[in-house]
């Protein structure tokens, strides 16, 4: 059975330093692997995934994520925080062999201080 | 850029009434989903759509049903509400049939079951 865990209910950071939101997950196949951000009163937005290829993937906002096979982590990462990247972070899998069911994490809460 | 809409952004109804929400996506994608967005539990899959009248049941189906009429368009339906339907909705959409597609959310709706 598929699962993502994102062992941090929220994550402290302040702002110009570098912030790192986990996850974990487990898929039979090899995953198709995804991050989401909800901002407050909206929507989920696509941030970046991971298919096959170079295990460093570069999304928007300046966010990026490293699949990590033998650890079974897709961690996201910044190089310098902002305060306007202060929202939710959803991290999620697919099985490559599981049809269309994407797994979410229960999410992170990021905290920029200024 | 593709848009998700969703009928409404709060919704209150009282225990027993039919309710319906609408989700309509104009990128002429293959795909759409309901979810619900529970704190602590993520992203819950409810059911999924990948053509014109055909559905799947996701992990969390029991006291919905869905309806998928036109490609554009995905409703959910509540038969009969409860308290415990009290959530926030989300709708989504993918193109494709690869499966490594990234989805596409509208905005929510929050719907409290008095």
């Known amino acids: 059975a598929q699962s993502v865990a994102q062992p941090e209910d929220q994550v402290n950071v302040a702002e110009g330093n570098p912030l790192t939101v986990k996850c974990t997950y487990s898929v039979s196949g090899n995953p198709y692997l995804f991050w989401y951000v909800q901002y407050p009163n909206r929507g989920l937005q696509f941030l970046l995934k991971?298919?096959?290829?170079?295990?460093l993937v570069k999304g928007s906002y300046g966010f990026e994520a490293e699949f990590n096979k033998s650890q079974t982590s897709f961690h996201l990462k910044k190089p310098s925080a902002l305060v306007s990247d202060s929202a939710l972070y959803f991290c999620?899998?697919?099985?490559?062999?599981?049809?269309?069911?994407?797994?979410f994490g229960a999410g992170t809460r990021l905290f920029v201080k200024a | 850029d593709v848009k998700v809409t969703q009928s409404s952004r709060y919704l209150v109804k009282r225990t027993g009434e039919k309710v319906f929400l609408e989700c309509v996506q104009d990128?002429?994608?293959?795909?759409m989903f309901w979810y619900r967005q529970d704190p602590g539990l993520g992203l819950r899959l409810i059911y999924f759509s990948y053509d014109v009248k055909m559905k799947e049941k996701g992990d969390i189906p029991e006291g919905y049903s869905v309806s998928r009429e036109k490609k554009e368009r995905f409703s959910l339906i509540l038969e009969s509400a409860s308290t415990n339907q009290t959530s926030m909705y989300l709708c989504?959409?993918?193109?494709?049939?690869?499966?490594?597609?990234?989805?596409?959310f509208g905005p929510g709706t929050r719907l409290t079951v008095l």
């Open positions: 999620a899998v697919r099985d490559q062999t599981g049809g269309f069911k994407t797994i």
């Open positions: 990128m002429d994608h293959e795909n």
């Open positions: 989504a959409s993918s193109p494709g049939t690869g499966g490594f597609n990234e989805q596409f």
């Open positions: 991971y298919i096959t290829g170079d295990n």
